[in-house]
């Protein structure tokens, strides 16, 4: 599978001003809330029964629209991620997100 774009993704700021960067701090990083602990579970739990990939995750948070990309946050755009592949191979239905 092609997983090359014919245009830029989101996570793909090139150098715009409007998204550089700043260092990091480690005291800064707060750690995950339960939501957060919450999605790195299930994410997880389907790796471990090779239903997710790192790849699949990544390909689906950096092909999001502009608006959600900044948006969300991290954990979110994780589980979106989750949802997308899981309805993508069948492992959900959208009724089962209702």
Known sequence: MDTHLPY???????????????????????PPDDFGKRVDAVRSVLREKGLITTDE??????????GAYQDLTYYEKWLRSVMAVMLSKGVISWEDLR
């Open 57 to 66: 995750m990544r390909l689906n948070i950096e092909t999001l629209p502009e």
């Open 8 to 30: 830029p993704a989101q996570h793909d700021l090139g150098g715009n001003p409007r998204f550089r960067c700043v260092p990091v701090e480690a005291e800064d990083e707060a």
